[in-house]
């Protein structure tokens, strides 16, 4: 059984930056592509970022493209988004998923194994 554990959230400053992590468990890390989501308040889940097992394919949502990083650890069994220049509108809930495929991930309808229980980023203006 997988666990993705997230952590890393708080409250910052818009322009500032924050990295959030989330520690997988329970199976090959490196059988799986990872990603990250976000639900804004009233707003239906998105696609954030995803990266492939080996780390050679990234992908990212157009909001987001230039600010957010996302990397993997496969020795520490962990993702990490790295973002930047923060924007109040990436106030959001974060959640960590893992999947066949990025491609799949990103879709409209995602293909994900497991998610993780989310953690919460606030940009203040």
């Known amino acids: 059984q997988m666990q993705l554990v997230e952590s890393g959230g708080g409250l910052v400053q818009a322009g500032g930056s924050l990295r959030i992590s989330c520690e997988f468990s329970g199976r090959a890390f490196v059988s799986y592509a990872m990603g990250w989501f976000r639900r804004a308040p009233g707003k239906e889940r998105e696609f954030v970022a995803g990266i492939s097992r080996g780390s050679e394919n990234t992908h990212y949502a157009n909001s987001v493209k230039g600010r957010f990083t996302i990397a993997r650890d496969n020795a520490k069994s962990t993702v990490y988004l790295q973002m930047n220049n923060l924007k109040p509108e990436d106030t959001a809930i974060y959640y960590c998923?893992?999947?066949?495929?990025?491609?799949?991930?990103?879709?409209?309808?995602?293909?994900?194994?497991?998610w993780g229980q989310g953690t919460h980023v606030t940009v203040s203006p």
């Open positions: 998923a893992c999947g066949p495929q990025v491609a799949a991930m990103a879709r409209d309808r995602p293909v994900i194994n497991a």
